[in-house]
């Protein structure tokens, strides 16, 4: 009844065997298509949860990484040397440790995002988080 039941389907147990095979191979790589990732410093997640002397000096230091790959796609048509003026602007007065000036900039950066179009602001979400840990660094100093 087996071999009835091969025969009307075409398969054979080669090809079974080939298919499983390859369902192996394929699900035993380790995302073959992701980027390599740089193993020499560590997450800012981690370093950020470290005791630091001077939060706000901490996140000024971090500002790029928190930014950066949010603006990657982000056209200059749409005033993208504007935005990185005002995080770059951000990230001095962080390091400074000018709370008043940047609290000036959260509020421009947030009105400036909020002039972009929602698939916009979805595409720079990550500005719109890292705004929020900043303001949430400053609230608690």
């Not at 440790?97 to 008043?100: E, F, L, P, V």
């Given at each position: 009844m087996r071999l009835s039941l091969r025969a009307r389907s075409?398969?054979?147990s080669w090809t079974s065997l080939a298919a499983l095979?390859?369902?192996i191979f394929l699900t035993s790589c380790e995302e073959p298509t992701a980027p390599q990732s740089n193993v020499d410093h560590a997450p800012s997640a981690l370093s950020f949860s470290q005791a630091s002397s001077d939060p706000l000096a901490q996140l000024g230091s971090e500002m790029d990484e928190m930014t950066s790959w949010s603006l990657l796609n982000f056209p200059d048509s749409r005033?993208?040397?504007k935005l990185v003026g005002i995080l770059s602007s951000l990230q001095g007065h962080l390091t400074a440790?000018?709370?008043?000036a940047c609290r000036d900039d959260i509020n421009d950066a947030?009105?400036?995002l909020q002039s972009l179009t929602e698939n916009e602001q979805v595409e720079l979400g990550g500005i719109g988080v890292t705004l929020d840990v900043v303001e949430y660094t400053l609230n608690k100093s």
């Open positions: 075409g398969v054979s095979c390859s369902i005033g993208r040397p440790g000018r709370t008043d947030r009105s400036f």
